[in-house]
């Protein structure tokens, strides 16, 4: 079945640098990332995603990339502000079959005002 | 539009007890799956259903755990003889299941499960 990791485990940055959450998966057949955001007692929130015939996506201050070959992807935040701090998870699955998502292990991000 | 909505939101209970957990998902989402969140932790997949094919159990950690879903609304995962072990967050999510955003999986606020 797939397995996901995920790093770093906690991230702390200061307000306004960029914060980088790295995945990789085991599936080749794995088509599907999501992002998700989960603040403390919420429910996870997507917050961006990408499908494996793209390389890239982006939204506002918020984007993705995926290396299909390396089997790994990245959530890239810039200009970081207090309200992303939160749990981040990252997760894979397939698009047709078996669409259950498997989920890395969460990063804490903290952002320092 | 509403969400993926869940019952109860808190549940206490004694070891050896029964428990269902009760989630609607989006009107229209054809796909529905359960998740379990320890504390501090990454979601476990435990079942999915799609419409109408036989529903993947291939997460649920024992017999002791089960799903049902009424055609494409209400689902309810029932645990018995609850543990300990099995207090945590179960989480629902839904999705459309078909066309090109049809993987996309909204989540329901959860029900926090708590064993004595």
């Known amino acids: 079945g797939e397995n996901v990791e995920q790093h770093p485990s906690t991230l702390s940055v200061q307000e306004g640098d960029s914060a980088v959450i790295k995945c990789t998966y085991s599936d080749s057949a794995s088509n599907y990332f999501p992002w998700y955001k989960q603040e403390l007692g919420k429910r996870p929130q997507l917050i961006i995603d990408i499908r494996s015939n793209v390389g890239e996506k982006k939204d506002q201050r918020i984007a993705v990339t995926l290396n299909k070959t390396a089997k790994h992807f990245s959530l890239h935040i810039t200009e970081t502000q207090p309200e992303d701090s939160a749990v981040y998870f990252c997760a894979a699955s397939r698009e047709t079959g078996r669409r259950a998502l498997t989920f890395g292990s969460g990063t804490r991000l903290q952002v320092q005002p | 539009g509403a969400g993926v909505s869940q019952s109860p939101s808190n549940k206490v209970t004694e070891k050896g007890k029964d428990v269902e957990l009760r989630c609607d998902p989006i009107?229209?989402?054809?796909?529905l799956y359960w998740y379990r969140q320890r504390l501090g932790q990454g979601l476990e997949f435990l079942i999915y259903f799609q419409g109408n094919s036989a529903p993947d159990k291939s997460g649920l950690p024992s017999d002791r755990f089960s799903a049902e879903r009424t055609g494409e609304s209400v689902s309810t995962l029932t645990i018995q003889r609850t543990q300990q072990e099995d207090s945590a967050v179960y989480l629902c999510a839904s999705s459309l299941g078909g066309g090109a955003q049809g993987n996309t999986q909204y989540f329901g606020p959860g029900t926090r499960l708590t064993v004595l």
């Open positions: 009107s229209g989402h054809t796909a």
